[in-house]
């Protein structure tokens, strides 16, 4: 349905003419919201996740052990520590249940401010300001080679030893891939990826056929060895910039469950800061 902008201008006036405050700034092309409507938005969004939340609940009739959890993810978290911090809760309370999305880490933290997500579990740099970071761990970033691999075993490698071997990166935008390009920039390489991919999955196998070496998180993967890798951590300042987080709505009173799995995503990701 279509509606006339006309008519979402009346809308904005008469909210702003009951708050008693200016909402918007406009501009020839568009408008943006000042701090009083930033403020309001906000308070809106917690409004109506807890009200989703609570009519759920009456709904349902669930009680403390029954809920549903949604989360947010970036890719470097999909392949052990969130689904073993789901199974290692259900375990503990079997009627929780879970829905998961892997997005984009813009993408994860805008769910959670939006409400839609209740924890964001994601990669950041430089402070967060629409969320709660419940958990903030610096992960270097790491290359992943085959065993027997010239670079395996060693303590560091810097950027131009890695730009000597076919390269599997993420696309351009995500964390690791800019953080890679700036590394690269600072000393006055070149360089051209051999794949582009985000998928973790993808790129262990592109290692583990001989393609080339693939960048990575480090997030404490037991056993890499045993997956036919090996991790060597990279030696460049600016790699140490990322974040993994662990992201809620500010002032949102989450339900029970979620509450209860932020602390045990907090607990986990925490020991597996790998590198100091």
């Given at each position: 349905m279509l509606v006339a902008p006309s008519a979402i201008s009346r809308q904005i006036a008469k909210l702003e003419a009951g708050v008693g405050v200016l909402l918007f700034v406009r501009?020839?092309?568009?408008?943006?919201?000042?701090?009083?409507?930033s403020r309001l938005l906000a308070h809106a969004r917690r409004s109506e996740a807890e009200s989703a939340a609570l009519l759920t609940?009456?709904?349902?009739?669930?009680?403390?052990?029954?809920?549903?959890?949604?989360?947010?993810?970036?890719?470097?978290?999909?392949?052990?520590?969130?689904?073993?911090?789901?199974?290692?809760f259900r375990h503990d309370h079997p009627d929780v249940t879970f829905h998961l999305d892997r997005v984009p880490h813009q993408e994860a933290t805008r769910r959670v401010a939006g409400g839609i997500a209740d924890i964001a579990v994601t990669y950041a740099m430089g402070p967060q300001?629409?969320?709660?970071?419940?958990?903030?761990v610096a992960v270097p970033m790491a290359a992943i080679v085959p065993p027997g691999h010239p670079l395996a075993g060693r303590e560091r490698v810097?950027?131009?030893e890695l730009c000597a071997y076919p390269l599997a990166l993420p696309p351009t935008g995500t964390t690791q891939r800019?953080?890679?390009?700036?590394?690269?920039?600072?000393?006055n390489l070149t360089f051209q990826p051999a794949l582009v991919?985000?998928?973790?999955?993808?790129?262990?196998?592109?290692?583990?056929?001989?393609?080339?070496?693939?960048?990575?998180?480090?997030?404490?993967?037991?056993?890499?060895?045993?997956e036919g890798v090996v991790y060597t951590p990279l030696d460049q300042p600016v790699f140490r910039r990322r974040e993994a987080q662990v992201?809620?709505?500010?002032?949102?009173?989450?339900?029970?469950?979620?509450?209860?799995?932020?602390?045990?995503l907090v607990s986990l990701l925490r020991p597996a800061e790998p590198m100091s």
């Open positions: 501009h020839p092309r568009g408008m943006t919201l000042t701090d009083a409507g609940e009456l709904r349902t009739g669930g009680g403390a052990d029954a809920r549903h959890v949604t989360v947010a993810r970036s890719e470097g978290f999909a392949r052990r520590l969130v689904p073993h911090a789901m199974a290692t300001h629409d969320v709660r970071v419940e958990c903030s810097g950027p131009a800019d953080l890679f390009d700036t590394g690269v920039q600072l000393e991919c985000d998928a973790m999955a993808t790129k262990y196998e592109f290692v583990r056929s001989g393609g080339g070496i693939a960048l990575v998180g480090n997030l404490g993967d037991p056993a890499p060895v045993a992201q809620t709505m500010p002032g949102r009173r989450l339900p029970w469950a979620a509450t209860q799995f932020t602390g045990l």
